[in-house]
């Protein structure tokens, strides 16, 4: 079992930054894929990032491209979320999830509990 706790979250202007980070504990950190997922008001909830158990692989979502950086720091059992130039569009809530990544698809099995993010034009 993995425990994913999200924090980081706020409210902030447009243009300003963020650092999400989603701490983990249960198994083994290291084996698991990660990822970021938001979820606006009345919309599904989308895959905005992910990183792979080695870091040798990364996904975007296009509108995040340039923006949003995932990290990951095995050391402390923590994924990180960097996001600058924040837009009113990325207004939702956050989730960090654990799975795995086979090929180029990504399986997520472990969901926290989410942060809201606001962004204010």
């Known amino acids: 079992q993995v425990q994913l706790v999200e924090s980081g979250g706020g409210l902030v202007q447009a243009g300003d930054s963020l650092r999400l980070s989603c701490a983990v504990s249960?198994?083994?950190?290291?084996?698991?894929?990660w990822g970021w997922f938001r979820q606006a008001p009345g919309k599904e909830r989308e895959f905005v990032a992910g990183?792979?158990?080695?870091?040798?692989?990364?996904y975007y979502k296009d509108s995040v491209k340039g923006r949003f950086t995932i990290s990951r720091d095995n050391a402390k059992n923590t994924v990180y979320l960097q996001m600058n130039s924040l837009k009113p569009e990325d207004t939702a809530v956050y989730y960090c999830?654990?799975?795995?990544?086979?090929?180029?698809?990504?399986?997520?099995?472990?969901w926290g509990q989410g942060t809201q993010v606001t962004v204010s034009s």
């Open positions: 249960g198994r083994t950190f290291s084996s698991y894929a």
């Open positions: 990183i792979s158990w080695s870091g040798g692989m990364i």
């Open positions: 999830a654990a799975g795995v990544l086979a090929g180029t698809t990504w399986k997520f099995d472990y």
